[in-house]
């Protein structure tokens, strides 16, 4: 979890798990440890790729806000599924009382002297979660696969008179 003044921002990695053609999301939980409003703003290395909602918003003073980011189907698999793709989490001390239609792109500007937390998420693709199998181990039928036929193609328990 990382632990800046304003927000706790939970998870660190941003974890997908990875499947071709499927459209996938992760949550992100922001947790307010002020007593102030505080405002936020997600940027993302790779923004035609990733749906943010809500992307800009208000976290109330010691309350949490839940984020949700959506990977857009992908067509192809990365290679070594590795992921270079990161956000950036700004977030900033808000008026008493802001609302989202408050927050203006000005309040991140650190050049104007704005004391603005940043938080960085990187992408990881995990192995997406394995279907169970619908053959059981040791069949009802009590037959294994390899009892039935002997390696010459015949069936060791039939003679031919």
Not at 31 to 46: E, I, R
Not at 89 to 96: H, I, K, T, W, Y
């Amino acid at each position: 979890m990382s632990t800046g003044q304003l927000l706790s921002i939970e998870p660190q990695e941003l974890q997908f798990p990875f499947e071709l053609r499927k459209q996938i999301s992760c949550s992100l939980n922001l947790s307010n440890k002020t007593d102030n409003y505080v405002a936020f703003k997600v940027k993302t290395t790779n923004p035609k790729k990733y749906c943010v909602r809500p992307n800009t918003g208000v976290v109330l003073p010691r309350s949490t806000c839940n984020v949700v980011v959506t990977m857009q189907a992908q067509k192809e698999a990365p290679t070594d599924m590795q992921c270079k793709d990161k956000f950036l989490l700004q977030s900033v001390v808000a008026s008493p009382g802001a609302t989202p239609k408050d927050i203006m792109a000005e309040m991140f500007n650190k050049e104007s002297g704005h004391n603005v937390e940043e938080c960085k998420l990187r992408v990881v693709y995990v192995a997406p979660p394995r279907p169970p199998s619908p053959v059981r181990e040791g069949s009802e039928e009590g037959s294994s696969p390899t009892a039935s036929v002997s390696d010459n193609g015949k069936d060791p328990h039939f003679q031919a008179n």
